[in-house]
């Protein structure tokens, strides 16, 4: 029963090596399992998560529709008469009398206001007294051109019988020439001396200010016993309006939209006085000049206005909207549809159909995420339609908006399409 000693000690070492080994491999296909079973429960981790994101994702979507399209533009302004006169006077002096007051109607030729005339008086009894003399002045001439002649008819008759020197008769004549030119000269005087009896009958009547139109005072600015200096510039005594049953709108249309603004173009306006009421107006004028104020460009425009009922007066401050373009049926989406871009994330997921790569479904004219990329790097208008309940990339052509909605001209689109506006954040 006694046996070698190594060869028990060897037998026990080889059942333990094979013990370790059978324990070894077990170890490993554990290890193995165990890996295998969290790898799966990740993938379904990541696709439960992944659909439901995409389950859960709710857009914002409009409808494209057929409807009419106006495009306006708009601009601010101020009311003014169509002929406003400022009036005043060349004369100087003080106010004497005042004849009219706000809102009073005139007439041509009416007197609206006098000066003190005592100077202007004077002088016009100063100017007829030097016409009277000029006048006597000129007779007198007259009577020496007779009295010389005579005389010089004397030496002739005399000069025959060699009673008149040849000295006598040249003197003679020569005194008859001269009073003929004093005559002339004494008719020039005349004529000198009428001319300032009119400048000073003129500045007599000027101090009585009339009014140079049929119309309407719009401000008085003088005063019984006030003094009026008009040596320098003019002063301003009143303001008239001619008729502001016909008034005109003056705004300043900004250079981005002056190409679009055109004589006859109809619009309308509302002023502060009446924010529920709309008045009609017409363009009658673009002018070129130029008006820069802060470095903003802006070009005068007037406007024709009818003001029938005198419910705007001159100075009211008007907001205008010119009506440039009128499309009565096209089809129309929101501006916001055609600014809609999907996130990058979302890109990914839609165009490749969840955590596996489902591609979009395609239809004409619609495109793969990444094929729109290169359309929106061309620059082609694109929108994104729900067709079939999934996102489609389609590319349209534009044409004129009014700033909320675009005309359609181009592309496959069609009345009733749902269009994505956007992604509701709650929801994604």
């Not at 090596?17 to 990541?46: F, K, N, Y």
Request: proline share 4%; hydrophobic share 40%.
């Amino acid at each position: 029963m006694s046996g070698d000693p190594r060869t028990t000690v060897e037998r026990e070492l080889q059942d333990r090596l094979d013990l370790s080994g059978e324990r070894s491999a077990a170890g490993r296909r554990s290890r193995w399992i165990t890996a295998a079973a969290a790898l799966l429960v990740v993938i379904g981790a990541a696709w439960f998560l992944l659909s439901r994101g995409q389950e859960g994702t709710r857009f914002v979507t409009a409808a494209a529709e057929r409807g009419a399209l106006k495009i306006t533009v708009s601009a601010t302004g101020e009311l003014e008469p169509v002929n406003q006169v400022d009036v005043g006077t060349e004369v100087s002096g003080t106010i004497r009398t005042v004849a009219v007051d706000f809102n009073d109607r005139v007439s041509r030729g009416q007197v609206l206001a006098r000066l003190d005339t005592d100077e202007l008086d004077a002088q016009v009894l100063q100017g007829r007294a030097s016409l009277k003399a000029a006048e006597a002045r000129v007779a007198q001439t007259r009577a020496t051109v007779e009295e010389s002649r005579l005389k010089e008819g004397r030496c002739l008759a005399l000069a025959r019988k060699a009673m008149c020197t040849q000295e006598d008769l040249d003197a003679a004549h020569a005194g008859y020439l001269r009073a003929e030119a004093d005559v002339a000269s004494a008719e020039a005087q005349v004529e000198v001396a009428r001319a300032a009896l009119d400048a000073h009958e003129t500045r007599l009547e000027k101090a009585q200010i009339r009014s140079p139109i049929n119309g309407l005072v719009l401000a008085r600015r003088i005063e019984p016993g006030q003094t009026v200096a008009a040596s320098l510039q003019t002063p301003v005594l009143f303001v008239l309006a001619e008729d502001l049953a016909d008034m005109e709108l003056h705004i300043d249309v900004d250079e981005a939209d002056v190409g679009l603004v055109k004589e006859r173009q109809a619009a309308t306006f509302t002023v502060d006085a009446y924010p529920d009421r709309t008045f009609p107006a017409t363009i009658t004028q673009v002018r070129f000049a130029p008006d820069t104020e802060g470095g903003v460009v802006t070009y005068e425009t007037v406007l024709q206005v009818d003001n029938e009922g005198l419910l705007l007066r001159p100075g009211m401050t008007a907001t205008a909207e010119i009506i440039v373009a009128e499309i009565a049926d096209t089809l129309l989406v929101p501006n916001a549809s055609l600014r809609y871009r999907p996130p990058a994330g979302a890109e990914q997921t839609e165009a490749r159909g969840g955590f596996f790569g489902r591609m979009l479904r395609r239809g004409p004219g619609a495109r793969t995420v990444d094929q729109n990329d290169e359309a929106i790097d061309a620059g082609t208008p694109v929108l994104w339609v729900m067709r079939d309940g999934e996102p489609l990339a389609v590319s349209v052509q534009t044409g004129l908006t009014n700033g909320a909605l675009t005309q359609i001209v181009g592309g496959e689109l069609t009345a009733g399409d749902i269009l994505i506006t956007g992604v509701d954040p709650g929801k994604t």
